[in-house]
């Protein structure tokens, strides 16, 4: 016999995205939040688990003071 779950899980990711040297923190989260976020299509999906929803809002990282955890990459 066959069951079937829901699972559930909390998703991250890591964008790149370019900005100006000088950027200002608002600047920086702005064009993080612009960054194309990672998707999954049904064509990336197992043939037996078919359905993977991810809800919600991406929301930035932040450090213990509430900064955006934003690095240059180099």
Known sequence: MKYRALM???????????APEDATPEQLREAAYDAETPSL?????????????IEGEWELAVDDQGAPE????E
């Open 70 to 73: 934003i690095h240059i990459d």
């Open 8 to 18: 559930t899980q909390t998703a991250s990711c890591v964008v790149e995205f370019d």
């Open 41 to 53: 299509c049904h064509y990336c999906a197992d043939s037996r688990n078919q359905s993977l929803n």
